[in-house]
């Protein structure tokens, strides 16, 4: 009798419930949030979806996460072998790849001056930066978080780890990741606040047509001058020209199907379950994750003000050509920022098609907080 009842009780007490915290159950309920986001209204879901579930996990079973050296027989946790491609910058750069390999620069290069917007929307990480530091952290943990004003989650990611802030990583492409899959709620009041109704209704005349020649001399290019300018970009820029090179040249479609699907898959699967994994109670329930995440959000809100603010300039200067809209997309949400763009202007002219020139800041967004984060490693003389 004592044998069954011992049992039992080794049965019972291994059970997760003696051993969740209330941390955990709240991080279970965000995990559980997300996943209601991602399924019922469609927000970003091949990112949600794992980001969610990789917090599901770690906040049921901790020991998915356990690192190598606290390990009793050296061998680590699943999701914590993921998180090791997070940290060597790998799975960032083949994401790189893989939007390099689904996007046409055609619109970028159709219309240089989209650079300009793609540009502003910067200013959002160099308003976080400096909002970071003033709310006490560090010059490198400022220059992590602030990249999350460009909604772009490999990028944030790559520089957290490339400037040593694995401590705040998790945190931090949380809240890119999160900011970029609520691009269609936090973009449009702003927009519509900096913009008329008149201005929102205006039509961009037809992009002129891009070359093959051109569209393959561009990565090669891009990759040229921003590399020899800023080498450390080389990881995140190149491998963006390399998957666009591939989707252009014409010769390697086995390649280009590769990349912009089942490696892209692949790689989204593993960075999304280890990121959502580094979301333990005890890690993310701090005020540092509380002042990050409002960092964000706002250094997001001055980077999407900033681009339509460029776009109002630039209208008036081109005597009402250019629709402001656009250059809200000049964060690096990739289409997503572009289709909301699209989409508010239909809301003034259903008539009104700005998808292909928003594309054009979107993709300088893209290369723009590369090298935000490249100019960060440099000034830290990181290499």
């Avoid at 790849?97 to 970028?108: E, I, N, Q, R």
């Amino acid at each position: 009798m004592s044998y069954l009842t011992n049992t039992l009780d080794n049965l019972v007490h291994q059970t997760a419930f003696f051993n969740l915290t209330v941390g955990n159950f709240v991080m279970i309920i965000v995990a559980l949030t997300f996943l209601y986001l991602a399924i019922a209204k469609e927000f970003e879901p091949l990112l949600l979806c794992p980001i969610s579930f990789g917090m599901l996990l770690v906040n049921i079973y901790p020991d998915i996460m356990l690192h190598i050296d606290q390990s009793a027989n050296g061998v680590g946790g699943l999701l914590y072998y993921f998180y090791k491609l997070d940290e060597w910058a790998i799975l960032p750069s083949l994401i790189f790849m893989g939007v390099g390999a689904m996007t046409d620069f055609g619109p970028l290069i159709a219309n240089p001056k989209s650079f300009l917007m793609g540009a502003a929307a910067q200013f959002g990480i160099y308003t976080a930066y400096f909002g970071a530091v003033a709310m006490g952290f560090n010059d490198k943990a400022a220059a992590s978080i602030s990249i999350i004003g460009g909604a772009d989650g490999p990028t944030s990611i790559f520089l957290a780890s490339k400037l040593g802030q694995t401590d705040i990583l998790g945190p931090i492409a949380v809240a890119a990741y999160s900011y970029m899959s609520l691009v269609p709620i936090i973009q449009p009041p702003i927009m519509k606040l900096l913009t008329t109704e008149k201005e929102r209704k205006i039509k961009m005349e037809q992009l002129r047509p891009v070359s093959k020649l051109e569209k393959i001399l561009f990565p090669v290019i891009v990759t040229i001058v921003v590399c020899l300018i800023l080498p450390t970009t080389a990881p995140l820029v190149g491998m963006l020209m390399l998957g666009n090179l591939f989707r252009e040249c014409g010769v390697v479609r086995q390649l280009t199907d590769t990349a912009s699907n089942a490696l892209m898959y692949i790689v989204v699967i593993l960075l999304g379950t280890s990121v959502g994994a580094t979301t333990s109670a005890e890690a993310f329930l701090n005020m540092a994750t509380i002042k990050i995440v409002i960092l964000g959000l706002l250094a997001f809100a001055f980077g999407t003000a900033a681009g339509v603010i460029l776009g109002k300039i630039m209208s008036k200067l081109s005597g009402g050509k250019i629709n402001p809209l656009i250059g809200s997309a000049g964060v690096s949400a990739v289409p997503m920022a572009a289709r909301v763009s699209q989409k508010v202007g239909a809301e003034a002219d259903p008539t009104n098609f700005l998808l292909m020139h928003a594309m054009g800041p979107n993709v300088a967004g893209v290369i723009g907080t590369a090298v935000a984060a490249g100019t960060f490693m440099a000034v830290f003389g990181i290499f």
